[in-house]
């Protein structure tokens, strides 16, 4: 079982790219929970309700239950060799960690935490594949994470000044723990104030491309042996570039045959949905091949 995680802020489009990945390799695909009775109260309760129920710590444990859950179905799955998880449980540490700076989550009540994380990863040492082969960590500045936070709306989320600021402390030591302290599994970065993969279809072509391109690297997927380019191309999705296409400018058609040009440069005829006829397109400047 190959395993992909997806890492970053709240709000910044890790179901949306778990979702991506899932569809462009297959296999299963485990969302983070959000059905937890005690998630809203986690923004919404006084301090002194969260302090006297133990909420934020009463709330990890419930995330890491879940997580632990969501890990052994996947790597217990037989359908298929791929398995995406929106965040790890690595990532929970993270956050009981900020917690505990907060002062929501107690020193005593941490210590439990990692004794309960440290035997449910002994338990995972049996299975196949514990620790996920790549993890996609979504970066964002602060105010792009807060845009897209206030943009999906979610009642209990309520941007008042002590949820920002909780926010914050979350997104500042982000980086740190991503790119120096976790050490699980490679790590690729996307850039998610340039690439918008979740609107943005050429956005979301380039990260599936960044995607590709990590897996093959560490071995996850083997490169298919070398073939010309009239032989690759023909049978995969194509981008039609030119505006003078009206309607079918900026969509996706199936490459049915390929030509070479005077100069070289490959012509490709494409099959659109709702077109009689076949668009050409001459060279890449037209057309770009998405694998």
């Known amino acids: 079982m190959k395993v992909i995680t997806v890492a970053g802020m709240i709000g910044v489009g890790k179901s949306s790219l778990t979702q991506l990945v899932g569809e462009t390799y297959g296999g299963v695909t485990q969302f983070e929970k959000l059905d937890s009775p005690l998630l809203p109260l986690l923004y919404t309760a006084t301090n002194?309700?969260?302090?006297a129920r133990r909420i934020p710590f009463l709330l990890q444990l419930d995330f890491l239950n879940s997580r632990f859950g969501a890990i052994k179905n996947?790597?217990?799955d037989e359908r298929s060799g791929f398995a995406t998880l929106d965040?790890?449980?690595y990532e929970d540490r993270y956050f009981a960690s900020v917690l505990n700076q907060r002062g929501e989550i107690n020193d005593m009540e941490l210590e439990i935490y990692d004794g309960i994380l440290k035997n449910m990863l002994e338990e995972l040492e049996e299975l196949p594949q514990k620790a996920p082969h790549l993890t996609i960590y979504i970066?964002?500045?602060?105010?792009?994470?807060?845009?897209?936070?206030?943009?999906?709306?979610r009642g209990?989320?309520?941007?008042?000044d002590e949820t920002e600021d909780y926010?914050?402390?979350?997104?500042?030591?982000?980086?740190?723990?991503?790119?120096?302290e976790y050490n699980y599994s490679p790590v690729l970065v996307i850039d998610g104030d340039k690439l918008d993969f979740v609107e943005n279809e050429e956005d979301r072509r380039t990260v599936q491309k960044m995607i590709d391109k990590a897996l093959r690297k560490i071995g996850v997927i083997e490169d298919e042996p070398e073939q010309s380019f009239q032989q690759w191309a023909i049978?995969?999705?194509?981008f039609i570039k030119p505006k003078w296409f009206g309607e079918f400018s900026e969509t996706v058609g199936v490459v049915q045959e390929v030509f070479t040009a005077h100069d070289g440069q490959y012509i490709v005829n494409v099959k659109v949905d709702g077109r009689e006829n076949q668009i050409t397109l001459y060279g890449e400047d037209q057309y770009e091949i998405i694998p």
């Open 48 to 51: 002194e309700e969260k302090q």
């Open 74 to 76: 996947c790597l217990r």
């Open 87 to 89: 965040r790890s449980i």
């Open 139 to 153: 970066q964002t500045s602060f105010d792009k994470a807060i845009e897209r936070i206030a943009k999906r709306d």
């Open 156 to 160: 209990f989320e309520g941007l008042d």
């Open 167 to 180: 926010f914050m402390q979350l997104w500042k030591g982000y980086d740190n723990f991503m790119l120096n």
């Open 235 to 238: 049978g995969k999705n194509c």
